[in-house]
């Protein structure tokens, strides 16, 4: 993939804090082997003390945090800590779901190999879900998770039994334009490729306060791949 220009990924900035909008399939850190591109290392190539302040995992884009400075990553730490900074997904699941404010609560715990799965006895975890749209055989849902934990978005929805479409490792299947489309030709010797190659999965919004008690409010646009999606099920409802 041809990396983005640091400077081209930012919705906000002030003497402390960055948002960007983070592509998908880029990191936000390093991954545990060899040294692949990372947000981190981008945004150290023009900021020499730069911090992020939380994560996404590497398929999922949208609004991340970062500090500029040791004093503002402490301070938004906190809030992440304390549970007041909000954030708001958006997720294309399989299924038709009609939610208003549903809180799923169920506790996660991450197991070995990257995953994670609800476990009695795992950590607390909370998220409110709510419709936004509904089309033929999918939803588009706004999701707001209360706590941070591992895949969250992705267990609760799987447990609602509205996985996200390319969530693979949670129950969702890939999404082909065919299933939907009647005339839908390829070319001799094609196979048909997922509509999107990815989870179906942005951070949409985030709030959190700045160093001067301000409260900030930073709204992330739909990278292509996921506003294609979307305009592709608006069609079919």
Not at 130 to 159: D, K, N, S, V, W
Not at 179 to 192: D, R
Request: charged content about 30%; proline content about 5%; overall charge neutral.
């Amino acid at each position: 993939m041809k990396l983005p220009e640091f400077k081209d990924l930012i919705l906000f900035e002030d003497e402390d804090y960055i948002v960007i909008n983070k592509p998908p399939f880029l990191a936000t850190l390093d991954e545990r082997f060899g040294g692949a591109p990372n947000i981190l290392r981008l945004a150290r190539e023009q900021y020499d003390d730069i911090q992020a302040c939380h994560r996404l995992d590497k398929e999922t884009s949208g609004s991340l945090a970062l500090a500029k400075n040791p004093e503002a990553y402490r301070h938004l730490a906190m809030q992440f800590e304390d549970r007041k900074v909000k954030k708001v997904y958006h997720a294309v699941s399989w299924g038709v779901h009609e939610y208003e404010g549903l809180e799923v609560d169920r506790s996660i715990e991450t197991t070995t190999k990257g995953k994670a799965r609800l476990a009695y006895k795992g950590k607390p975890a909370v998220t409110l879900v709510r419709t936004l749209e509904t089309y033929t055989r999918h939803t588009l849902l706004e999701c707001q998770p209360i706590t941070g934990r591992m895949h969250q978005i992705r267990l609760h929805l799987a447990y609602l039994q509205a996985p996200i479409v390319g969530d693979t490792m949670y129950g969702g299947e890939n999404f082909y334009l065919s299933s939907l489309k009647k005339k839908f030709n390829m070319k001799q010797g094609e196979e048909e490729q997922p509509f999107i190659k990815r989870f179906a999965l942005h951070a949409r919004q985030l709030t959190f306060s700045l160093l001067n008690g301000d409260s900030v409010t930073v709204e992330a646009p739909y990278p292509k791949d996921f506003r294609v999606l979307v305009e592709n099920l608006q069609q079919y409802r």
